[in-house]
């Protein structure tokens, strides 16, 4: 939590109170650290520094655009998954070349697009898709780089619902059938192969699923040079995992060590395609207190932020620190349940923390930059939170609050 500290018992974040953010701003806000977003990728292309790399900001993760434009202006390209995403990252001028594009269900309009513009590469997740590859760009006289997300088939060791590498995976394509793929893919007219890719799941703790993934692929890459199909780069996906609560996941400089170990002596250029632990530690969201509810079986503290929100906690159980944003030292610390006010019995944010609040005060829920904003929704017709952005020591707003005209214009205008 080096971006956190205590003065005259007010939470500062990136040095700025935090209550005084939740005054001006309103809640529920995510904050960021301008700074912290920095120093992240910075890790990443400092422990790299050694070979020759691209590291493309996985921005699922969080799409913001003024965060798209920090990353494009400290060198980061960007991984994409969607035509909405190529739309973001163009929209804030980031070099198509950089842009590499993932996803199981690219449909024809979003590969058009990605063509015209000129990405670096499409992450191949199918036959049916290298299929469609090289008919569009065909059609439009383009020579498609490609490369395939292979299944390395490793345990990533985290939860089923972030893990993407096994065999009964939808991802990738099955590391049995790669080498046969790749041969199709050298035998169409439209393509160009480019490298090779996988993704094997996100907050992972441990380096050793990254090194057997590695393996694997340096292997396939063997076996390919055997074919007379030589590639230019190979993408070993998302990044280390952060820590939520007692996680140790491993820093990305020993992470970088050890990729850089097995890779030492192959003509590869590196992809990485961090999300996660470029943003998720270098965010919060700030919600407030609406009512305290004493239970006879259990405390509630209902607060203005549900899971449309921040879904983590509702759709995989995560973890995420909440810590007062004024504390007081003269109010009894309780057992609460924190949760939304949304209409499910799964909208938490945290279960059984002990907390000295009040109604009225205002909550951070910690390490929330990543996979918060973006998977959040309207449910409940309630408008999305607004962000800020912490930077050389002011407050930004970076995206408004929705307004309820927003959340109904699309209807309004057709009723009958
Ligand atoms: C989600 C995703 C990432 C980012 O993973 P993190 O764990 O957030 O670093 C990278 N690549 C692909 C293809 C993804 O789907």
Redesign the pocket.
């Known amino acids: 939590m080096t971006y956190f500290s205590m003065e005259d018992q007010r939470l500062i974040f990136d040095g700025l109170p935090l209550d005084q953010i939740a005054d001006r701003f309103g809640t529920p806000t995510y904050v960021y650290s301008a700074k912290a977003l920095k120093e992240a990728f910075r890790a990443y292309d400092q422990a790299f520094a050694p070979v020759d790399h691209l590291i493309c900001y996985?921005m699922?993760?969080n799409s913001n655009l003024s965060i798209l434009k920090l990353f494009a202006e400290q060198g980061a390209g960007f991984?994409i998954?969607s035509g909405g995403e190529l739309r973001r990252a163009l929209a804030v001028g980031a070099a198509p070349d950089k842009i590499v594009f993932?996803g199981v269900a690219k449909s024809v309009e979003e590969i058009k697009l990605a063509l015209e513009v000129g990405v670096r590469c499409f992450?191949v997740e199918s036959e049916a898709e290298l299929e469609r590859l090289d008919e569009i760009a065909g059609q439009l006289g383009k020579l498609a780089p490609i490369s395939l997300r292979v299944n390395p088939d490793v345990d990533p060791k985290t939860h089923p619902y972030i893990s993407t590498g096994l065999k009964d995976n939808k991802f990738g394509i099955a590391y049995a059938d790669a080498r046969r793929v790749y041969r199709k893919a050298s035998g169409l007219q439209n393509l160009r192969i480019a490298g090779v890719d996988c993704?094997i799941g996100?907050?992972l703790t441990e380096i050793a699923p990254f090194e057997d993934a590695l393996a694997r692929l340096l292997n396939l890459h063997a076996e390919l040079k055997e074919d007379g199909i030589q590639l230019h780069h190979l993408d070993l996906?998302?990044?280390v995992g952060i820590r939520y609560s007692d996680e140790e996941p491993p820093a990305v400089s020993a992470y970088a060590e050890a990729i850089m170990t097995q890779l030492r002596g192959m003509d590869l250029q590196l992809v990485l395609?961090?999300?996660?632990?470029l943003v998720g530690n270098a965010g919060l969201l700030l919600t407030r207190v609406e009512y305290i509810k004493p239970g006879e079986a259990k405390n509630f503290a209902i607060v203005d932020a549900g899971m449309n929100d921040l879904i983590r906690p509702a759709l995989y159980e995560a973890w995420h620190d909440i810590v007062p944003v004024c504390s007081q030292p003269d109010t009894p610390a309780r057992v609460y349940d924190v949760v939304g006010p949304v209409c499910e019995s799964s909208d938490f944010l945290g279960k059984d923390r002990t907390l000295a609040i009040h109604q009225g005060d205002c909550l951070a829920v910690l390490s929330a930059g990543?996979y918060g904003q973006t998977m959040s929704s309207n449910y409940n017709t309630r408008p999305r939170a607004a962000e800020v952005l912490i930077e050389a020591g002011a407050a930004r707003l970076i995206r408004s609050r929705e307004s309820y005209e927003q959340l109904l214009e699309n209807e309004k205008a057709l009723l009958s």
Not at 273 to 277: L, W
């Open positions: 996985a699922k993760a991984d998954v993932s992450n993704h996100s907050q996906g998302g990044g395609e961090p999300g996660r632990s990543a």
